[in-house]
Every structure is written in C-alpha cells, then in structure tokens.
C-alpha cells in the first residue's frame, strides 16, 4: 500500500467524502418525500390516484438509475436545461430510491390491520387524520428499518455522480489513480464508504432485532 | 428533438448489439452469484469456525459498498497488476463478487427461517448434518429464498448499466455512442432505452410475482 497520493489529493478525498455524505442526505429527504406521497397514492381509494402510484413505482425500480441521471443530465442539456451535477444526481437518487421508499411505506402501513382505519373513521376521524394519528405511528416501526436499508443503497449509489464527473467520492478515485497506485487509492476510498455503511448497516439490524422481539 | 432516430434501423441495430452484451453478462453474472452466494450464504450459516466467520467478514465488506467502487476496481487494478483480461469477463466478475454477497444474505435468511426443530428431528433419525441441510433446510428454504432473488438479479440486469462508466459496449453505452454524435435525439434514445429496459425486468418481476403466489400456497 502506498499512501502518498494523499500528499496531493487529500483535499478532493475530504471534498468527495462531503459531497457523497451531503448529495445522500439530500436525495434522502427528497426520496422520503416522494415516498410517502406515492405510498399514499399506492393504497389511496381513488382508482386514479392508484394507477399513478403504481406505474411511478413499477417505471422506476426498472430502470436503471444510470439512464434516470443521464436523463437529467444529458438529456435537458440537450434542450438546453443546464443542471448542477449535485442537483442532477440528488435529484436522481431521489426520484429512483422514492420508488423503493414507497413500497417500504407501503407495506408497513398495510401491515396495521385494517380494523384500525375503520374504527378511527367511525369515531370521526377524516381519512388524513386517521392515517396520520392511527395508521402511522403503527407502521413507522415496521419501515423504519427497510427505509434504513433504502439509505444505504442511497449512499452506495450516490457513485453514480462519479460518471457525470460529479466530484463525489468515487470521482476523487478517478482523478488519483492517473498517477498514483490504484489499489491503494480504491482502498482508501471502500473504507471511507464503510465508515459511513457499515454504522448503518448496524443500526438497522439492531432496529430489527430490538422490534421485532417486541413485535 | 428528434424523435426520428428512435425509428432508425441502423440504431436499432446497435442498440441491439448493446443489448446482447448487457444479457449475456447479466445473465453470465446471475448463473456465477447464484452458486457462489448460496456457498457463501451456507457457509456463514453453517457456524464453522474461521470459515464461517471468513464468509461473514466478505459478506458484510462487499455489501456496503459501491458496485460502481467493485467495477472500478475490477476493471483498473487488474490492469495495474498487469493482468489482461477482457473487459467484459472483469465486469461479470465485479458483478459476481458483489451479487454474491447480496445473494449469501438472502440464502443465510432462508435458512434461518426453517425452523430449528427440523434440525433436530433430522438428526435424531441419523441425517448427517450436511444431509439434513440438503434435504431437509434446503427444499423448504428455497421457497423464501426465490422472490428476493429474482429481485436481486432484476437490479443486477439494471446495474449492467453502470459499465458505461468504463466503455463496456452494453445497451446504455450504445445509446450514448449515437446520441453523442446526434445531439438532438438524446432525450428520444434515453427513453427508449429507458422502455428496453423496463419491459425485461417488469418481466421478470411478473413472474417472481407469480411464483411468490404459488410457491406461498
């Protein structure tokens, strides 16, 4: 291993470690957003609303991010749309993982029995507020750790910024491994991935196993 | 824009050129993860020191990484040791180290889910351990094991995509080789490949969907 790249680049390793943390947090917000309002529409009682769900979800999850990004990219570049590349990719990460968002919310919230929506709407409740004082503090046990697995793949797929130069984390890898030893540079970069992975990946297998025991 | 290249045959034939690469190393990549997960996923089951705790430490390295990271990395490190290997064997090699580890974690899961007793009354009729797991674990294992791996090699034939980043000549890249020169077709081509895309994989989701359905009864 030989560490000496650092000498040169160690402030786009520092800036490309910010750039992939930040871009994920944001994408992550994003995609809860999504998320939720396309759960929403998933078990929503107009049919309408149903079939915009469910063909976001099903457009999205099969198709690879890679198109999704150079479409925001390449693509409205080419009608003349000029996005940054931080808002292009968080705005790709968002858009894909909203569709595995929306299915964990989903099937948490699908998972309370359905007696609950009823008796909250005999006792007066609107279906709003029956889904956001009854239905959801039930289901949040149930997605939170599918949610946490959706941010990890967010932060792993963040790296896809690295194909539109997107001065991420793995774009400082790119830059280095011209003129320094690959393995090393790749080496540096996993484990800089894993300090943020591998803390998650911990927490929600705790999550699960803590709740689940509770049931 | 211009919607009319969509419609051109000489790009559809290189899309479609494209497309055998993008199949032909996903599926070269799903056969190769299929067998090495479920190995890796039974050998951390197994709890046989070292080896079990070999597999686990893979397993948990590979799987918070970055695929894009493992293609890389497959791709220029090879290189660099001055071993010469062709660009597409390095990406369904890549592909397979990390499938590999997504699928162990699904066979791991199966397994567990078995309940333990079955074990125990597989033994106590004379079934060595290894037998007990082929013919008693295994059968019922793998039918929770199927729906999430379909699920995993849907993402593994999205994830082909990511090749673009090194210039394998997949259905993406194909894509880009044209609209680079065609400036005005770019967005008409993403779609398309966009629909190319959706229609194998939704595909394939249908029929995970159905055989969760029969295999759950």
């Given at each position: 291993?030989?560490?000496?790249?650092?000498?040169?680049?160690?402030?786009?390793?520092?800036?490309?470690?910010?750039?992939?943390?930040?871009?994920?947090?944001?994408?992550?917000?994003?995609?809860?957003?999504?998320?939720?309002?396309?759960?929403?529409?998933?078990?929503?009682?107009?049919?309408?609303?149903?079939?915009?769900?469910?063909?976001?979800?099903?457009?999205?999850?099969?198709?690879?991010?890679?198109?999704?990004?150079?479409?925001?990219?390449?693509?409205?570049?080419?009608?003349?749309?000029?996005?940054?590349?931080?808002?292009?990719?968080?705005?790709?990460?968002?858009?894909?993982?909203?569709?595995?968002?929306?299915?964990?919310?989903?099937?948490?919230?699908?998972?309370?029995?359905?007696?609950?929506?009823?008796?909250?709407?005999?006792?007066?409740?609107?279906?709003?507020?029956?889904?956001?004082?009854?239905?959801?503090?039930?289901?949040?046990?149930?997605?939170?750790?599918?949610?946490?697995?959706?941010?990890?793949?967010?932060?792993?797929?963040?790296?896809?910024?690295?194909?539109?130069a997107g001065t991420d984390l793995l774009y400082a890898a790119d830059v280095a491994i011209a003129n320094y030893d690959v393995t090393s540079v790749y080496v540096l970069v996993a484990l800089l991935y894993l300090v943020i992975t591998i803390p998650l990946s911990i927490g929600v297998n705790y999550l699960e196993k803590r709740w689940a025991k509770k049931g | 824009m211009d919607f009319s290249s969509v419609f051109d045959p000489t790009h559809w034939s290189a899309l479609l050129s494209g497309l055998q690469v993008t199949l032909s190393v996903a599926f070269s990549a799903i056969a190769l993860s299929f067998v090495f997960g479920i190995i890796l996923g039974v050998l951390r089951y197994t709890r046989i020191p070292v080896v079990s705790h070999i597999a686990t430490l893979y397993i948990e390295i590979i799987r918070n990484l970055p695929l894009l990271l493992i293609i890389f990395f497959g791709y220029f490190a090879f290189k660099d040791w001055g071993i010469q290997i062709p660009i597409t064997l390095s990406v369904i090699i890549s592909m397979t180290v990390f499938t590999s580890a997504l699928v162990a974690e699904i066979v791991r899961s199966g397994l567990n889910s078995v309940d333990k007793g079955q074990i125990e009354a597989a033994r106590s009729q004379g079934f060595t351990y290894i037998q007990t797991l082929w013919y008693i674990i295994m059968p019922q294992a793998l039918k929770k094991m199927i729906p999430p791996m379909v699920s995993q090699f849907v993402s593994l034939l999205k994830d082909t995509s990511l090749a673009v980043a090194i210039s394998l000549p997949e259905l993406t890249h194909a894509a880009q080789i044209i609209y680079n020169s065609k400036y005005n077709a770019t967005i008409p081509l993403l779609i398309l490949v966009a629909m190319i895309y959706f229609v194998i994989n939704y595909t394939l989701s249908l029929i995970s969907r159905y055989l969760e359905r029969r295999l759950a009864g």
């Open positions: 291993m030989d560490f000496s790249f650092l000498e040169v680049h160690k402030e786009d390793f520092i800036d490309g470690f910010l750039t992939t943390l930040s871009v994920s947090l944001v994408a992550l917000v994003l995609s809860l957003i999504i998320g939720t309002i396309i759960a929403i529409f998933r078990i929503s009682p107009l049919a309408i609303l149903r079939a915009i769900g469910t063909a976001y979800v099903e457009f999205f999850r099969n198709t690879p991010l890679v198109i999704q990004v150079f479409f925001f990219y390449f693509g409205l570049a080419s009608i003349h749309i000029n996005l940054s590349k931080f808002f292009v990719g968080s705005l790709g990460l968002a858009i894909y993982t909203g569709s595995f968002m929306a299915e964990a919310i989903r099937a948490g919230i699908q998972a309370v029995p359905k007696g609950q929506m009823e008796a909250a709407r005999s006792s007066g409740l609107s279906y709003v507020q029956a889904m956001w004082h009854v239905i959801l503090p039930q289901a949040f046990k149930l997605i939170i750790p599918p949610l946490g697995n959706q941010f990890i793949n967010l932060v792993k797929n963040s790296s896809v910024l690295a194909i539109i | -």
